[in-house]
């Protein structure tokens, strides 16, 4: 079993000065917290996997495509493979859990 505390990640991301920290990669699947601070901009491009994202803190809007949510903790978002999409409007320091499928490259 592998078992990971949120507050240890958010840790070694912050020590290690990145906004992404993939913590588990596995044949079928990698995941990351990804953190933006209020007001930031969200500079990622289309990935080719799929991709979840689940909001652990923070307040912000996403767009995948051509729609528009606004999102909070609890927030779950699917991103298909190579749609493009943004975190923007970034009100409160956002914590997202990053499921990728399969394990980004």
Known sequence: ?????LDELEAERAANDGAYLQ???ERNMSVGLYALDAGN????QPH???EVYLVVSGRAAITVGTET??????????VPAGVPHKFHHITEDLRVMVVFSPPES
Do not use: I
Request: glycine content about 4%; hydrophobic content about 40%; aromatic content about 12%.
């Open 41 to 44: 901009t969200d500079p990622q």
């Open 69 to 78: 949510t606004a999102v909070a903790r609890g927030s779950v978002v699917y």
């Open 23 to 25: 913590f588990l990669r």
């Open 48 to 50: 080719r996997q799929d």
């Open 1 to 5: 079993m592998k078992a990971f505390r």
